[in-house]
């Protein structure tokens, strides 16, 4: 039969199931079969050579530490916002910013500073680089006051001797006006340079003159004579020279 014939001749479709595989790539035949190849990772820090494990764990911690501080101080360092709970309730009891906190204006004006202390010592117990601290300020100050100690005995001994040798140019000038006064001849030492000079200086230094001698020649003048040094005149009178003259020492002119 050519019906019968015809449908044996047709090929059939379920016969055959690679018609419904859909082909493969050859590339994908590569990856699936090939060789694996691992992707690179990222290279790990080296560790510094004559380093050990241990003290880069440290180097590292204290790292840390310093960043975790400066961010702290950071953020002390910045004012409270208005937004912040406690900043609205102090507002709401009348604070203002800038101002002291407690009635009266009795309180603080700034916050108590923060001390970060990294160590695991107790409270109180002092570091050595805070004690060596505390001994360079202590030697500095003990170096500081005995420098003002110095330059106050300096000054007290120059003034002294100022002092001193002022009271022998003032007797020599009292005692060549009561000599003049008396009209007795001055008999003035010659004036002489150099090493000579220098050593009639230090004699006049060395002369034993003192306020009380300076005081009872001026009083004498005075009394006598009345003649203020000081003021460089005669007067005609006592009660003249009790009205005009201040006194008869120079500190009262």
């Known amino acids: 039969m050519a019906?019968?014939?015809?449908?044996?001749?047709?090929?059939?479709?379920?016969?055959?199931?690679?018609?419904?595989?859909?082909?493969?790539?050859?590339?994908?035949?590569?990856?699936?079969?090939?060789?694996?190849?691992?992707?690179?990772?990222?290279?790990?820090?080296?560790?510094?050579?004559?380093?050990?494990?241990?003290?880069?764990?440290?180097?590292?911690?204290e790292r840390k530490q310093r960043e975790e501080d400066e961010r702290t101080m950071a953020g002390l360092e910045a004012a409270i916002p208005e937004t912040n709970v406690g900043f609205r309730m102090l507002r709401q009891m009348g604070y203002t910013p800038g101002s002291v906190l407690g009635k009266g204006g009795a309180?603080?004006?700034?916050?108590?500073?923060?001390?970060?202390?990294?160590?695991?010592?107790?409270?109180?117990?002092?570091?050595?680089?805070?004690?060596?601290?505390?001994?360079?300020r202590a030697t500095a100050e003990r170096k500081r006051r005995r420098e003002e100690e110095l330059m106050a005995e300096f000054g007290s001994r120059q003034k002294t001797q100022w002092r001193s040798r002022r009271i022998v140019g003032d007797y020599r000038e009292a005692e060549a006006a009561l000599?003049?006064?008396?009209?007795?001849?001055?008999?003035?030492?010659?004036?002489?340079?150099?090493?000579?000079?220098?050593?009639?200086?230090?004699?006049?230094?060395?002369?034993?003159?003192?306020?009380?001698?300076?005081?009872?020649?001026?009083?004498?003048l005075r009394d006598e004579h009345h003649y203020c040094l000081y003021c460089g005149c005669k007067f005609e009178s006592a009660e003249a020279l009790a009205i005009d003259c201040p006194g008869p020492n120079e500190e009262d002119h």
């Open 3 to 61: 019906g019968t014939d015809g449908g044996g001749e047709d090929d059939d479709y379920m016969g055959d199931l690679s018609l419904f595989i859909p082909p493969e790539d050859s590339c994908s035949q590569k990856k699936k079969f090939g060789p694996k190849i691992q992707s690179p990772e990222a290279p790990k820090p080296k560790r510094p050579k004559g380093i050990s494990w241990q003290e880069q764990r440290r180097l590292e911690r």
């Open 107 to 136: 309180g603080p004006a700034e916050p108590v500073g923060l001390e970060i202390r990294r160590s695991r010592a107790g409270i109180g117990v002092i570091s050595p680089q805070e004690e060596a601290a505390r001994s360079n």
């Open 179 to 220: 000599a003049q006064l008396e009209n007795r001849e001055v008999v003035e030492p010659p004036k002489e340079d150099g090493d000579e000079g220098k050593k009639q200086e230090e004699e006049e230094e060395e002369e034993e003159i003192t306020e009380e001698d300076l005081h009872d020649i001026l009083i004498k």
